[in-house]
C-alpha cells in the first residue's frame, strides 16, 4: 500500500498535488486523490481535517516537499512551499481506499479517426498505468498480459489523445512478443511474421554496443509499417481478439456503483437511447446493436463515484461506435 507521504510527494514531483473538500459527520474532510481513472480511483481521506485560514488549492501549485507527523495521537501532513513556509493540516485518521473497476464499455473521442484502435490503445495504457503505479494489486493476471502491448510502438500511433507517450512506453521486445502471440491466436500469419521481423530488429539494436543510426532508421519504417497494417480490413479478427481479451479481463472487476439518484437517472438514459436506436429501426439490445448489417455499439462515459473528485462538467455520456470499423 501506498503511504499517504509517499502519494503526496510523488505528486508534488509530478506537479499535480490536488486536494479536494468535503463537509463530514465530524467535521471537514479533505480528498487527496493519487490516481483517478476509468479503471480505478485511489484516493486518501483524511478525516475531519483541520486546515488554516486561507488554505486553497491555488497555494498548493509552489509545494516543494511533504511530510507526515503521526507520533502525537490522529495525523500532521506538514506541507512545505518552495518560499520556505510551512502548512500543517491535522487530520484524526488517514483512509487509503483503492478500488478498480470494469471500464470496456467506456470509450473516449478526444482524437478524430481510428476510433477502435485508439480505444484498443487507450485500454492497454490504462492497464500499465494502473501497474507501474500501484503494483500488481491492481491488475488481475489477464491484464497483466494485456499490458504489455503498451510497450508494441506501432500501436502507439494510435494513441487517444495528442501526448507522445514514447517516452512513458518505450518500445520494449516484451510488447512485440506479446502482439506476435495475440497475432498467432488470432490466426492471423502474415501480421505475425511482420511482427516477429519487427522484434528481430529490436533484439539486433539490443545487442548493439554502440548507436546504429541505419538500424534505428529500419526500425521506424518497420514501425510506421505495421502501424498502417494494423488499421487494414485484414486486421480485424486479431482486433476482435483484443476486444474480447479485454472485456474478459475489465469483468473480472466490478461495476461502479452510485447513489440511487444518478444510478436511476443513469438507467434512464440508457432505457431512452435504446427506444431511439429501436424508432431508428435498429436490432439488438443495450449495448449492441445492428443497422444494415453493420454493429453498433452504444458506449458510455461515467463520472467517478466520489462527485468530490470529479470535473464541475464531468457527466454521463452515451456515444455510438462502429466497433468493427477501423478507419
Same mark, same amino acid.
Given at each position: 500500500?501506498?503511504?499517504?507521504?509517499? #502519494?503526496? *510527494?510523488?505528486?508534488?514531483?509530478?506537479?499535480?498535488?490536488?486536494?479536494?473538500?468535503?463537509?463530514?459527520?465530524?467535521?471537514? +474532510?479533505?480528498?487527496?486523490?493519487?490516481?483517478?481513472?476509468?479503471?480505478?480511483?485511489?484516493?486518501?481521506?483524511?478525516?475531519?481535517?483541520?486546515?488554516?485560514?486561507?488554505?486553497?488549492?491555488?497555494?498548493?501549485?509552489?509545494? #516543494? +516537499?511533504?511530510?507526515?507527523?503521526?507520533?502525537?495521537?490522529?495525523?500532521?501532513?506538514?506541507?512545505? !512551499?518552495?518560499?520556505? @513556509? %510551512?502548512?500543517?493540516?491535522?487530520?484524526?485518521?488517514?483512509?487509503? %481506499?483503492?478500488?478498480?473497476?470494469?471500464? !470496456?464499455?467506456?470509450?473516449?473521442?478526444?482524437?478524430?479517426? !481510428?476510433? %477502435? /484502435?485508439?480505444?484498443?490503445?487507450?485500454?492497454?495504457?490504462?492497464?500499465?498505468?494502473?501497474?507501474?503505479?500501484?503494483?500488481?494489486? &491492481?491488475? *488481475?493476471?489477464?491484464?497483466?498480459?494485456?499490458?504489455?502491448?503498451?510497450?508494441?510502438?506501432?500501436?502507439?500511433?494510435? $494513441?487517444?489523445?495528442?501526448? *507522445?507517450? @514514447?517516452?512513458?512506453?518505450?518500445?520494449?521486445?516484451?510488447?512485440?512478443?506479446?502482439?506476435?502471440?495475440?497475432?498467432?491466436?488470432?490466426?492471423? &500469419?502474415?501480421?505475425?511474421?511482420? %511482427? $516477429?521481423?519487427? $522484434?528481430?530488429?529490436?533484439?539486433?539494436?539490443?545487442?548493439?554496443?554502440?548507436?546504429?543510426?541505419?538500424?534505428?532508421?529500419?526500425?521506424?519504417?518497420?514501425?510506421?509499417? /505495421?502501424?498502417?497494417?494494423?488499421?487494414?480490413?485484414?486486421?480485424?479478427? /486479431?482486433?476482435? /481478439?483484443?476486444?474480447?481479451?479485454?472485456?474478459?479481463? @475489465?469483468?473480472?472487476?466490478?461495476?461502479?456503483?452510485?447513489?440511487?439518484?444518478?444510478?436511476?437517472?443513469?438507467?434512464?438514459?440508457?432505457?431512452?437511447? @435504446?427506444?431511439?436506436?429501436?424508432?431508428?429501426?435498429?436490432?439488438?439490445?443495450?449495448?449492441?446493436?445492428?443497422?444494415?448489417?453493420?454493429?453498433?455499439?452504444?458506449?458510455?462515459?461515467?463520472?467517478?463515484?466520489?462527485?468530490?473528485?470529479?470535473?464541475?462538467?464531468?457527466?454521463? $455520456?452515451?456515444?455510438?461506435?462502429?466497433?468493427?470499423?477501423?478507419?
Amino acid at each position: 500500500m501506498l503511504s499517504l507521504e509517499d #502519494a503526496v *510527494n510523488e505528486m508534488i514531483d509530478y506537479g499535480v498535488p490536488e486536494f479536494r473538500r468535503c463537509p463530514s459527520v465530524s467535521g471537514e +474532510d479533505l480528498f487527496i486523490p493519487y490516481m483517478m481513472n476509468d479503471a480505478l480511483e485511489c484516493y486518501y481521506v483524511l478525516k475531519n481535517c483541520r486546515t488554516p485560514e486561507g488554505f486553497t488549492q491555488d497555494w498548493l501549485s509552489g509545494l #516543494a +516537499d511533504a511530510e507526515v507527523n503521526t507520533s502525537y495521537g490522529g495525523g500532521m501532513l506538514h506541507l512545505t !512551499h518552495d518560499d520556505g @513556509s %510551512v502548512v500543517t493540516l491535522r487530520y484524526d485518521r488517514a483512509d487509503y %481506499v483503492m478500488k478498480c473497476y470494469r471500464y !470496456h464499455r467506456i470509450w473516449h473521442f478526444w482524437m478524430p479517426d !481510428h476510433a %477502435v /484502435l485508439r480505444q484498443l490503445t487507450y485500454w492497454v495504457q490504462t492497464m500499465a498505468d494502473k501497474w507501474t503505479y500501484l503494483g500488481d494489486e &491492481a491488475v *488481475n493476471e489477464a491484464e497483466n498480459s494485456l499490458l504489455r502491448l503498451a510497450y508494441f510502438g506501432p500501436l502507439r500511433y494510435y $494513441r487517444p489523445f495528442r501526448e *507522445n507517450l @514514447s517516452g512513458k512506453y518505450p518500445d520494449y521486445i516484451d510488447g512485440s512478443e506479446a502482439m506476435e502471440e495475440y497475432a498467432k491466436e488470432a490466426g492471423d &500469419a502474415a501480421f505475425e511474421a511482420e %511482427v $516477429r521481423q519487427y $522484434r528481430e530488429l529490436l533484439e539486433t539494436l539490443e545487442q548493439r554496443q554502440y548507436p546504429d543510426p541505419l538500424l534505428s532508421l529500419k526500425i521506424r519504417a518497420a514501425s510506421r509499417k /505495421l502501424s498502417s497494417l494494423l488499421c487494414k480490413e485484414e486486421r480485424l479478427p /486479431l482486433i476482435r /481478439l483484443l476486444q474480447e481479451k479485454v472485456r474478459e479481463a @475489465s469483468e473480472a472487476w466490478p461495476e461502479r456503483e452510485y447513489d440511487p439518484a444518478a444510478a436511476a437517472g443513469m438507467e434512464k438514459a440508457r432505457r431512452e437511447f @435504446s427506444e431511439i436506436m429501436r424508432l431508428r429501426g435498429c436490432s439488438g439490445s443495450y449495448p449492441l446493436f445492428e443497422e444494415d448489417g453493420k454493429k453498433l455499439l452504444a458506449t458510455e462515459e461515467l463520472p467517478f463515484t466520489i462527485p468530490e473528485l470529479d470535473y464541475e462538467d464531468y457527466e454521463f $455520456r452515451i456515444q455510438l461506435v462502429y466497433p468493427e470499423d477501423l478507419s
